[in-house]
């Protein structure tokens, strides 16, 4: 499972690949914008997205209505790791199709519980 | 009531008038009162524009201190704030890596002990179930001394990095310290608004401008009054509320 991490601090992508190694995803890969992000997406093969939203730039909404806009890209399932916590902005994520929606500060269990939901229902 | 100048004027010949009658009449105590009570007039002006002189004398010295402050706010300690803002990612983001390279660190030792206590225990299986040879034995029992040993010093290693993650934390008093000067800044800022607003503006709409919430557009990054906002959720509980109602 190749998994690309977008957050313009690096300190988060860090935790964020620390959390998914101790869950067992060890390929992971690191991009800090969603204008950074999306070329590697479009060469890298990779099976997951984990974005936050606010990052100079492109920004991680804007990422993944680009993915499901992209006709090899927008199977790929997308989780949002974000301090944005307006209803608006949830209900906007899911309108744009992300799979999961995940507010800062968050748990290693929230990661764990969320990602799981989330191949449950692609393998279901 | 102020007299008009007319007023003034008429007055004055009549008082005038008095007076002469007072000194002809050789009524010296009637015209001195008199001229008692011009004098006391005359002060009263006197006070009056004594008084003007003084507010005016405030206001300009007001104004020349709030020239000053704002200079000096804007010329060196705004651009001094954005240097301490800059401190505090600086340290806040060095803390964070130092601790994950410790706790990075911490797990590898951790998973190591980990393996080599999951494998002794799989040689312990076989002692018990007597599969092992005394040459196996042997070997079993080296393997525990070296697996010992290391864990000694695995945790001596273990204590250290700890100690390190603990020095690390350092950065909350320093940068606390710095964001504190920061908002006394923003507080001094705020101050000298409401005061160029006071002598130039309108405080009126200032006054109703503050009931007033302002709203922001799109991406905010954490919000920090939680429980005065009814549009952003206080948690992933309520997250995960909203996206199941969503049919998620």
Not at chain 1, 86 to 92: G, L
Not at chain 2, 96 to 104: H, L, R, W
Not at chain 2, 211 to 217: D, I, Q
Not at chain 2, 222 to 248: A, T
Request: hydrophobic share 35%.
């Amino acid at each position: 499972m190749k998994i690309l991490v977008v957050d313009d601090f690096s300190t988060m992508r860090r935790i964020v690949k620390n959390l998914l190694r101790d869950l067992g995803f060890t390929n992971t890969h690191e991009a800090d914008d969603g204008s950074t992000a999306l070329p590697m997406l479009q060469t890298g093969n990779f099976d997951f997205l984990i974005t936050d939203w606010n990052m100079p730039g492109m920004q991680g909404i804007d990422l993944l209505k680009a993915v499901r806009a992209d006709e090899k890209l927008k199977s790929i399932p997308v989780l949002m790791v974000t301090a944005e916590s307006k209803r608006e902005q949830i209900i906007e994520a899911a309108q744009a199709g992300v799979n999961g929606y995940i507010v800062k500060p968050f748990t290693a269990a929230t990661l764990s519980e969320k990602l799981d939901k989330i191949f449950e229902r692609i393998d279901g | 009531m102020k007299l008009s100048d007319k007023d003034q004027l008429e007055q004055t010949i009549s008082q005038t008038r008095e007076l002469l009658e007072h000194l002809e009449n050789d009524e010296i105590e009637d015209a001195q009162e008199l001229i008692d009570s011009l004098a006391r007039g005359g002060d009263e002006d006197l006070f009056v524009e004594i008084g003007k002189l003084t507010r005016r004398l405030h206001e300009a010295l007001t104004t020349f201190h709030l020239d000053s402050r704002i200079t000096s706010i804007a010329a060196s300690e705004i651009p001094d704030a954005k240097d301490r803002l800059n401190y505090v990612i600086e340290r806040t983001e060095e803390a964070a890596n130092k601790t994950m390279d410790k706790v990075e660190h911490c797990n590898q030792l951790a998973d190591v002990i980990a393996k080599d206590s999951q494998d002794l225990l799989g040689e312990f299986q076989k002692l018990y179930r007597r599969e092992l040879s005394p040459g196996d034995f042997r070997q079993l029992c080296k393997r525990i001394e070296s697996h010992l040993e290391k864990n000694k010093n695995s945790a001596d290693d273990l204590h250290s990095q700890l100690s390190e993650v603990l020095l690390a934390q350092d950065y909350q008093d320093l940068t606390g310290q710095v964001i504190r000067q920061v908002i006394t800044l923003v507080h001094d800022v705020e101050e000298s608004m409401v005061n160029v607003i006071k002598m130039f503006g309108n405080i009126d709409r200032y006054q109703a401008a503050k009931g007033e919430s302002t709203k922001a557009e799109g991406a905010e990054g954490p919000i920090v009054n939680k429980d005065k906002r009814d549009d952003v959720v206080s948690g992933q509980d309520e997250v995960d509320d909203l996206l199941s109602s969503l049919g998620f």
